[in-house]
């Protein structure tokens, strides 16, 4: 059976569609064109029907450099997170509920998350050609180090910054209340008859270790009683060793509060090499209610705070920010005591 001969196979159509291709379509000017894309409002609403349907049907698609000289907008957000890209994807399950926060509302507001780890000088170096440079519209930080100067700098140069954790800037801040949820945490504690209650806090060159410390102190002196502290920097391992360092300076203490969950479940797996029973020996309360919180050995008495609201929170605040609308400097989230077996 002879075959029936195929028509002529034409070649795809190379490049991408052109202003003055839409125009064509369309039956108006490229200027009209050049307006509908970029969003401006001075358009006849029966010629802005006919440019979106010409560009539909071509599958125009505008050029993000070209409109944003017109806009002078590039609908991205830069999420910058001052830590090595090895601790931001770790176990450490604060940064993907920020992120996730963040991106959450960026989606929905049509924006894109561009993100970014400055860990290291070069890496910071980065982030400010890129955002001093017109990249993106804003610059949002959590997880700031007292030391990291590239917020300052950026608001300096004219960039909309929104952070979590440095209260001092020039710019909107969005945190939680650690004192009270500390003091919670440590009256329980109290109330639960403990008697020596020593704390592991966080770096102390970051807002969040240095108020949690200060919330664990605040409630030991109302209560008349002293201080036992070792110092980690939120990972499990750094959680370890300062309650090894408690359980060797302070063999008799009875509680800890521990400034996260993650250095928590540190301080868990060292009163188990102690042979210290939790809660009967030691009771333990964590800082954060991750999702490690609910399966550790024993589930994690805990102060949760609302991470990825902290991003939703973040994300709104820099939209508006960004559309001229008023902003709060500084935002506080609640947080709770969330009881389970470890105290």
Do not use: W
Request: glycine share 8%.
């Amino acid at each position: 059976m002879r075959r029936a001969e195929a028509g002529p196979v034409r070649s795809p159509r190379l490049g991408r569609p052109t202003l003055e291709e839409v125009a064509e379509r369309a039956g108006v000017s490229r200027a009209t064109v050049s307006r509908v894309v970029n969003g401006q409002t001075t358009v006849n609403e029966d010629l802005r029907r006919a440019v979106e349907a010409a560009a539909d049907e071509l599958g125009y698609v505008p050029h993000a450099a070209a409109r944003s000289l017109v806009t002078h907008r590039t609908d991205s957000v830069a999420l910058i997170l001052p830590e090595s890209p090895n601790r931001v994807f770790s176990d450490d399950q604060f940064f993907p509920s920020v992120i996730r926060g963040v991106a959450t509302e960026l989606d929905a507001a049509g924006k894109l998350l561009v993100l970014m780890t400055t860990g290291s000088a070069e890496a910071r170096q980065r982030a400010e050609r890129y955002a001093v440079g017109g990249h993106v519209d804003g610059v949002m930080f959590a997880s700031l180090h007292d030391a990291d100067l590239l917020p300052e700098l950026m608001i300096r140069r004219g960039v909309p910054v929104v952070c979590n954790g440095l209260p001092q800037l020039e710019a909107p801040c969005i945190d939680v209340d650690h004192l009270g949820g500390v003091r919670a945490a440590v009256e329980y504690l109290i109330a639960q008859g403990r008697r020596r209650i020593a704390s592991i806090a966080g770096p102390l060159d970051m807002v969040a270790g240095r108020a949690r410390l200060d919330g664990y102190r605040e409630a030991l002196a109302a209560a008349d009683r002293r201080s036992i502290v070792a110092v980690g920097d939120f990972t499990a391992e750094s959680g370890q060793a300062a309650m090894r360092q408690l359980l060797a300076d302070e063999p008799e203490l009875d509680a800890v509060f521990v400034a996260s969950d993650l250095m928590a479940h540190g301080a868990l797996q060292a009163l188990r090499e102690a042979g210290r029973r939790v809660p009967e020996d030691v009771a333990v309360v964590g800082f954060d209610d991750i999702a490690l919180a609910t399966y550790s050995d024993p589930p994690l008495t805990t102060v949760r705070q609302p991470i990825a609201e902290i991003g939703r929170t973040m994300a709104r605040t820099m939209l508006r920010l960004l559309e001229g609308g008023e902003v709060s400097p500084m935002t506080i989230l609640p947080t709770e005591l969330v009881i389970r077996e470890s105290a």
